[in-house]
């Protein structure tokens, strides 16, 4: 992943200032950073769903603007957002969304995300009668179905009771296997520092700190945390 | 899967969750018939220009409920944001615009055939001898209703008044359709023939055409915005 100069502009307000940023493939980035930071706004870049206002933005290998089918092709997304349609069950989502991303084999696939996520035995259950948990379990499965090589998790913790969290804790820990590349922004410092290889923060649509997670010291990384993003105008000049 | 078996898993989608959720085609089927009976009241038996009429009444149920029914289209997509689900899966924005179009197309023509019946009953107008004619011209007419329609709802989708902005951006475009129906509708119920309003006819074809395309061209650029 490949971020050079980058600015998205909302009007005239620029969400994104410049930013620089490199990813191996493999690794996986936690991105902290506190409201309007445009952490956000970055994951929407990188995953094609808006476009940048200038800079250049690869995403495995291919541009976002010129080759985005291929970007998302390879990319997966969890949000707090689900994506999942309240009034299919948790199988025909899976079907739908299987059917555009042009899985093979799909009910086989389907039948065994499910079962991963732990909802096997409610899968002809409507969207719209399962729990904030359920649901967020079955966008995991929504998100993993053409197995992606890279992984954008937007707040993915958000409104998720502790069975939820853990579960989402076992698939990401299974998920790092030092081939896929996972990003994920966050700005709950406890979660996103557990299974992470690098960790940057994000203020005022710049990275203002980042480094590898072995030099980071967790007890005090709040200090630091807190030092960039009251000293977010440093970055703005 | 292919260009158009994605667009059908998208029509399927909605038809799908309306088939569940019944929200969409029960309030365009209340409202298509509240404007009939509506009219109904007004229009005194016997009045002299009443043929005239009849066809406008008719298009004039069509679009209002037909309206109702598209605002639904997009702002369904809205709920869990799917819309952002639908856009990250790597389809053409065609594919989805036309997937849409489709189900918009199904939901429009089921209504209008319902509104038909209930209108054949109410203004005593023997349908079944004229059916071929105004099925042709509402496949016509609900093609190009639907195609501009599916457009302006993407249009709208944002915008808190969506289902007055709508209805505003829709209209002035919608004109040359309902005319086109309306007129050509008037021929067949009074027993001239399809082909009497010839003009019109070939009106209602190349509005479709146009449209269609012009739709499927821009509809990556309103998407984006």
């Known amino acids: ?237 | 899967m292919g260009f158009l078996g994605q667009a059908w898993t998208i029509a399927w989608k909605d038809i799908l969750g309306e088939l569940r959720t019944r929200e969409m085609v029960f309030s365009m089927l209340l409202f298509g018939f509240l404007v009939i009976l509506i009219f109904n009241f007004g229009i005194e038996p016997g009045l002299r220009d009443e043929a005239l009429v009849k066809p406008g009444v008719l298009w004039a149920a069509f679009v209002f409920a037909g309206i109702l029914g598209l605002n639904r289209s997009f702002s369904s997509e809205k709920e869990n944001d799917c819309l952002q689900g639908l856009l990250l899966c790597p389809v053409d924005r065609a594919v989805i615009y036309l997937g849409k179009f489709l189900g918009n197309f199904v939901f429009v023509l089921a209504m209008s055939l319902a509104v038909l019946l209930f209108f054949s009953v109410l203004y005593n107008v023997d349908v079944i001898a004229v059916l071929p004619g105004l099925l042709v011209i509402l496949g016509l007419a609900t093609v190009g209703f639907s195609a501009v329609g599916t457009l302006f709802s993407a249009v709208s989708v944002g915008i808190k008044t969506r289902d007055v902005l709508l209805a505003i951006l829709l209209f002035p475009v919608l004109v040359p359709v309902i005319l086109a129906a309306a007129k050509s509708s008037a021929f067949v119920m009074n027993g001239e023939g399809l082909f009497a309003g010839g003009s019109w006819l070939a009106m209602l074809v190349v509005y479709d055409v146009v449209f269609l395309a012009v739709s499927v061209m821009v509809f990556d650029y309103v998407l984006e915005e």
């Open chain 1, 1 to 237: 992943m490949r971020v050079r100069r980058l600015w998205k502009y909302y009007g005239h307000f620029p969400a994104l200032r410049g930013l620089d940023l490199e990813l191996e493939r493999g690794r996986f980035l936690t991105v902290f950073g506190p409201n309007g930071a445009g952490k956000t706004t970055l994951i929407k870049v990188l995953s094609t769903q808006i476009k940048p206002s200038e800079g250049l933005v690869e995403v495995g290998g291919h541009d976002v603007i010129g080759a985005a089918d291929r970007v998302r092709s390879q990319i997966g997304v969890i949000s707090h957002n689900t994506y999942l349609y309240p009034s299919l069950t948790a199988f025909e989502n899976l079907k739908f969304y299987g059917r555009m991303y042009g899985v093979g084999d799909l009910e086989e696939r389907s039948r065994e995300l499910l079962e991963r996520v732990g909802l096997r035995g409610r899968e002809d259950d409507r969207v719209s009668e399962y729990s904030r948990g359920m649901q967020q379990r079955l966008s995991i499965a929504r998100a993993l179905l053409h197995e992606p090589e890279i992984m954008f998790l937007d707040e993915p913790y958000t409104g998720l009771d502790q069975h939820a969290s853990r579960m989402l804790r076992g698939v990401l820990a299974t998920l790092h296997d030092g081939r896929r590349t996972i990003f994920m922004v966050t700005h709950n410092l406890e979660e996103g520092l557990e299974m992470c290889d690098e960790v940057a923060i994000q203020v005022a649509g710049r990275i203002c700190y980042r480094e590898p997670i072995d030099r980071v010291d967790r007890e005090h990384f709040g200090d630091t945390y807190f030092e960039c993003v009251g000293g977010g105008h440093k970055w703005d000049s």
